[in-house]
């Protein structure tokens, strides 16, 4: 008895080192990266990361970079990980977080989901999104074969590879869909990521992470910072690798419900689906600051609006991108984070 309570407070310790190392981490990552934004392109840092949000407000990208920096300084740090653990957060994070930065910076919106941007490789368009979610299936299945599995036999190994590829990616582009309003990607993975900090086997790999969001949320809820792509893949593909850390019925369980989630989403507009819930729209509105009512349009401007020319209304809350031009004077539209 004495042993297992040594263990489970050893267990706890770990957690919230690795944790506090994650929130420190991000924290640290976010004032350095504000302070003095990178350029790129020969663009000054606030004309590549700042945006104007939907209350006509400036709102930086920086926090998803600064939670990529964070929780991987922290992963190759926080105590309880395995050596390969450690190497496939990184890999995880690190190239999820680079893919959703170029999309975020250098894509355009005129593909969405899954359907659009296959749809739109298969008639020979190659799009940010198409390159992301190629990049990030393939990022899960090295951070996979990097982590390693347990099973005894060859082939066993392999179908772990691919289960657990499966579940990083797909988790990857899940974070990612619910960035769609002020804190509610951190608030998902908070939640998530809770139970996976309670399980022996996972919560090593997920304290960074966790600590990393946490201490970023009063950024987006305040709406003076965004994740974006960059830190919502990141997000989701390091949630991913911790679940990848369960046994295989839960793996696979997880892997059903990622599948089901990722496939619904082409149908289903989550934000409507939460707001038309209680305790859900509750739970997404804690902390926020309320909900910006647009001015009522003149009869002239109503009259000459269709219904095609609405605003996407799950894309509201998400900042308004302006083209951007590069040195040479040719425009670049980037993605709505």
């Known amino acids: 008895m004495n042993r297992r309570i040594a263990s489970g407070s050893a267990a706890g310790a770990r957690l919230l080192a690795g944790m506090g190392l994650g929130a420190v981490a991000a924290r640290a990552a976010y004032v350095a990266l504000t302070r003095r934004p990178p350029g790129l392109n020969g663009l ?5 990361w700042d945006r104007t949000n939907h209350r006509g407000e400036p709102v930086t990208l920086l926090e998803g970079p600064a939670l990529v920096a964070g929780a991987a300084a922290a992963g190759l740090l926080a105590p309880g990980a395995t050596g390969r653990t450690r190497a496939a957060a990184l890999l995880a994070g690190a190239a999820s977080g680079v893919l959703g930065g170029y999309d975020d910076l250098a894509g355009s919106a005129s593909s969405r989901g899954f359907k659009g ?4 490789l298969a008639r020979g368009e190659v799009t940010s999104g198409a390159v992301k979610i190629l990049g990030i299936g393939a990022t899960g299945l090295a951070a996979a074969a990097v982590a390693g599995s347990p099973a005894p036999t060859r082939r066993g190994r392999a179908f772990d590879t691919v289960v657990n590829g499966a579940i990083v990616a797909g988790s990857a582009n899940l974070m990612n869909l619910f960035d769609l309003r002020p804190g509610r990607a951190i608030k998902v993975g908070v939640i998530t990521g809770a139970p996976l900090a309670l399980a022996r086997p996972s919560s090593a790999a997920v304290a960074a992470p966790l600590g990393a969001a946490a201490a970023l949320l009063p950024e987006d809820l305040a709406e003076r910072a965004m994740l974006g792509d960059t830190g919502s893949n990141a997000l989701g593909a390091l949630l991913g690798l911790a679940a990848t ?7 696979l369980a997880v892997l059903s419900g990622l599948v089901a989630l990722n496939a619904a989403s082409e149908f289903v507009s989550f934000t409507k689906v939460i707001a038309g819930n209680p305790v859900l729209d509750r739970i997404d509105m804690l902390g926020r600051r309320p909900v910006a009512v647009p001015a009522p349009a003149s009869s002239s401007a109503s009259a000459s609006t269709t219904a095609t020319e609405k605003p996407d209304m799950e894309d509201a809350f998400r900042p308004h991108v302006p083209p951007q031009t590069g040195p040479a004077g040719d425009g670049v539209a980037a993605d709505p984070a």
């Open 44 to 48: 000054p840092g606030e004309e590549v």
């Open 117 to 120: 941007h296959l749809g739109a």
């Open 245 to 251: 850390r369960l046994g295989r019925r839960s793996r």
